[in-house]
T-cell receptor, first 113, second 113 residues
Framework: QQQVKQSPQSLIVQKGGIPIINCAYE??????FPWYQQFPGKGPALLIA?????SEKKEGRFTISFNKSAKQFSLHIMDSQPGDSATYFC????????????FGTGTRLTVIP | KAGVTQTPRYLIKTRGQQVTLSCSPI?????VSWYQQTPGQGLQFLFE???????NKGNFPGRFSGRQFSNSRSEMNVSTLELGDSALYLC????????????FGPGTRLLVL
């Protein structure tokens, strides 16, 4: 059973566009929601993370929007660049002592120059 | 600071063999987690070690095992390899068991023939 559902599977945008990747979860015990970026041949790298007590968090061109009542969160990439082409994973875990992340299935983003 | 390192980076084995993968966490990090990444199942948690003790284990058969040494380096072992064990095995470290952010290594690509 997939604890975190992620969509879309793939996304193609033009340079400068704003791709949006969505994730949904069921387990209300989750309280830490990171996004990871993975390039081919590399391990996932943390992009940005949010806790459910805030509805939005921005770091550079990356923004997480969080809707606690809907149990959904999303990643927006402002002014997307070809270098942003990668696979993006959302994840969730159950608190600071939690020792495992539950990952979404990933979104392959392609930014066309 | 050097990142998480994993050795070897690539490995080819045949069914029935066993394999040992190694992970050196970021200096000062005492928690090490292992994940399996496959196209079909995505990223799945295997287990976490902290201070040489396994804290939690994911839903994998007993053929998958691990250990952690006093210097926080960790190894995972897979015995009696099956074709379905072909995957990217990722190691992640964090400073302590109570800190959420996990830093991933580049992974070991295992191919079972």
């Amino acid at each position: 059973q997939q604890q975190v559902k992620q969509s879309p599977q793939s996304l193609i945008v033009q340079k400068g566009g704003i791709p949006i990747i969505n994730c949904a979860y069921e387990n209300t015990a989750f309280d830490y929601f990171p996004w990871y970026q993975q390039f081919p041949g590399k391990g996932p790298a943390l992009l940005i993370a949010i806790r459910p007590d805030v509805s939005e968090k921005k770091e550079g061109r990356f923004t997480i929007s969080f809707n606690k009542s809907a149990k959904q969160f999303s990643l927006h990439i402002m002014d997307s660049q070809p270098g942003d082409s990668a696979t993006y994973f959302c994840a969730a875990s159950k608190g600071p002592g939690a020792n495992n992340l539950f990952f979404g299935t990933g979104t392959r983003l392609t930014v066309i120059p | 600071k050097a990142g998480v390192t994993q050795t070897p980076r690539y490995l080819i084995k045949t069914r029935g063999q066993q394999v040992t993968l190694s992970c050196s966490p970021i200096s000062g990090h005492r928690s090490v987690s292992w994940y399996q990444q496959t196209p079909g199942q995505g990223l799945q948690f295997l287990f976490e070690y902290f201070s040489e003790t396994q804290r939690n284990k994911g839903n994998f058969p007993g053929r998958f095992s691990g250990r952690q040494f006093s210097n926080s380096r960790s190894e995972m072992n897979v015995s009696t390899l099956e074709l379905g064990d072909s995957a990217l095995y990722l190691c992640a470290s964090r400073p302590s068991a109570n800190q959420e952010t996990q830093y991933f290594g580049p992974g070991t690509r295992l191919l079972v023939l």
